[in-house]
T-cell receptor, first 111, second 118 residues
């Protein structure tokens, strides 16, 4: 399982774009990158997943450079309700049943 | 889709007592997972089932812990002779059979059972 490193915390203001970068230097060829969001007293919720280049959905965008050694989750125009912990996970389909969540990045959005 | 349901939401028990938690996954999901989360940390994998078969157990799952998934539907996690170190949030997740789209399984989590061992 690839080891990931992400900032412990980030602060932002409503309406701003938040970018969280995750480092995964030892990512393997078959690995995918997945991000989850967790609010207090709730289980994590899947946000987005990608393998290379850029993926966008209604919630976020995921940017993955060509070397795939890092990835950036982009949250456009955040609101107070985006205050949460965000986890970056890397793995392949042979071991995705036991992915490691790490400590995640606590994003705090202020008014 | 009613989501993953976990009961109880909170459990307070005395050290040495046994506790049991229940998880009802999303109905068409064949995989079910148990995770444990302590304050300030991300969820840690404990075990998972594919249908009724328990296919993997983490080293975190000591012999005081046992999980079952009879008939491949709901699951229970029992902790015997609880210790204060067992205090944590116990999360259940489920996922549906992998389709042709590739990528990692998308996990759907419940809201967890918060266990406090006094």
């Amino acid at each position: 399982l690839a080891k990931t490193t992400q900032p412990i915390s980030m602060d932002s203001y409503e309406g701003q774009e938040v970018n969280i970068t995750c480092s995964h230097n030892n990512i393997a060829t078959n690995d995918y990158i997945t991000w989850y969001q967790q609010f207090p007293s709730q289980g994590p919720r899947f946000i987005i997943q990608g393998y290379k280049t850029k993926v966008t959905n209604e919630v976020a965008s995921l940017f993955i450079p060509a070397d795939r050694k890092s990835s950036t989750l982009s949250l456009p125009r955040v609101s107070l309700s985006d205050t949460a912990v965000y986890y970056c996970l890397v793995g392949d389909i042979s071991n995705d049943y036991k992915l490691s969540f790490g400590a995640g990045t606590t994003v705090t959005v202020r008014a | 889709d009613t989501g993953v349901s976990q009961n109880p939401r909170h459990k307070i028990t005395k050290r040495g007592q046994n506790v049991t938690f229940r998880c009802d996954p999303i109905s068409e999901h064949n995989r079910l997972y148990w995770y444990r989360q302590t304050l300030g940390q991300g969820p840690e994998f404990l075990t998972y089932f594919q249908n009724e078969a328990q296919l993997e157990k983490s080293r975190l799952l000591s012999d005081r812990f046992s999980a079952e998934r009879p008939k491949g539907s709901f699951s229970t996690l029992e902790i015997q002779r609880t210790e204060q170190g067992d205090s944590a949030m116990y999360l259940c997740a489920s996922s549906r059979p992998r389709g042709g789209e590739g990528g990692l399984e998308k996990l759907f989590f419940g809201s967890g059972t918060q266990l406090s061992v006094l």
